[in-house]
């Protein structure tokens, strides 16, 4: 079901959610990187990284749009409202894919966490728009390697 959007935040909402839910049915619940300890946290979020900007596939080019006017409203002219439209759902995303992983996002150390992932996404999402090949290499090569520096805080953090 489609919710009422009647403003911005309403849109960039469902829109984050759009994306949460195709990511999340294409990986099921009882996939075996998810949640447990099964395979190693890199390769879970790899995995569910992957089948987001998979999803956004299908509709690349409104996806693009939706990137490059965000970007050009919140650090060209500054926008902070649309950074806090923006921010929020993203924010709330990345807490969900952590936990959906079984990343412990509680406190102040949990929200440190949820930060720096996001930062993951941005870097790889901007990767995501460049990459015109069909496997997505770039993309992949990019996210591997800012899990790695994720990792690497998310050690540090503890």
């Not at 949460?20 to 390769?43: E, N, Q, T, Y």
């Not at 759902?89 to 079984?102: E, F, N």
């Not at 996002?105 to 901007?126: E, F, H, P, Q, W």
Request: proline fraction near 3%; charge should be negative.
């Amino acid at each position: 079901m489609i919710p009422e959007v009647t403003t911005k935040d309403d849109l960039f909402r469902f829109i984050v959610t759009w994306v949460d839910d195709r990511m999340m049915a294409a990986v099921p619940d009882d996939h075996p990187l998810l949640g447990g300890d099964s395979g190693c946290i890199k390769d879970r979020l790899f995995e569910l990284f992957m089948a987001r900007f998979d999803a956004m596939q299908e509709y690349r080019a409104g996806f693009i749009r939706l990137v490059d006017d965000t970007a050009g409203a919140v650090f060209r002219r500054g926008d902070a409202c649309l950074a806090r439209t923006v921010a929020l759902p993203i924010l709330k995303a990345m807490g969900g894919v952590l936990t959906t992983v079984g990343v412990q996002t509680d406190g102040i150390k949990g929200k440190v966490k949820i930060a720096s992932m996001t930062l993951v996404y941005i870097m790889s999402l901007r990767k995501w728009v460049k990459d015109e090949s069909g496997d997505l290499g770039m993309t992949m090569a990019e996210l591997d390697h800012r899990l790695d520096q994720w990792l690497r805080v998310n050690d540090w953090v503890g």
